[in-house]
Nanobody, 124 residues
Framework: EVQLVESGGGLVQAGGSLRLSCEAPGFSLNDYTVGWFRQAPGKEREGVSCTSKTDGKTYYTDSVKGRFTVSSDNAQNTRYLQMDSLKPEDTAVYYC?????????????????WGKGTLVTVSS
């Protein structure tokens, strides 16, 4: 069974930082294209980043460029989303998701498996 587990969410003041983790018990994240997504209250789920399984490059949505950074720990089979200079508009449930057959993370419905998400709340 493919399982993704996110952690690291919480409450932080604007300008602060959080690091989210995405663990994948039982399978290798290196075999998948990995995306981070978020869904704010009343809004549609949007892509935050996408890391291609082919070349390992990560692409970011414009609103987080320069503030969010994806990294990986292959030994721990974990992907991280480092979020700096957080803004109230970053408040959302954050998800990691994977896709086996392609190198893109759009549209979100194209992803094969999803975690349950972790809540990030940024206070002003």
């Amino acid at each position: 069974e493919v399982q993704l587990v996110e952690s690291g969410g919480g409450l932080v003041q604007a300008g602060g930082s959080l690091r989210l983790s995405c663990e994948a018990p039982g399978f290798s994240l290196n075999d998948y294209t990995v995306g981070w997504f978020r869904q704010a209250p009343g809004k549609e789920r949007e892509g935050v980043s996408c890391t291609s399984k082919t070349d390992g490059k990560t692409y970011y949505t414009d609103s987080v460029k320069g503030r969010f950074t994806v990294s990986s720990d292959n030994a721990q089979n974990t992907r991280y989303l480092q979020m700096d200079s957080l803004k109230p508009e970053d408040t959302a449930v954050y998800y990691c998701a994977v896709q086996y057959s392609d190198n893109v993370c759009s549209p979100p419905d194209a992803m094969d498996y999803w975690g349950k998400g972790t809540l990030v709340t940024v206070s002003s």
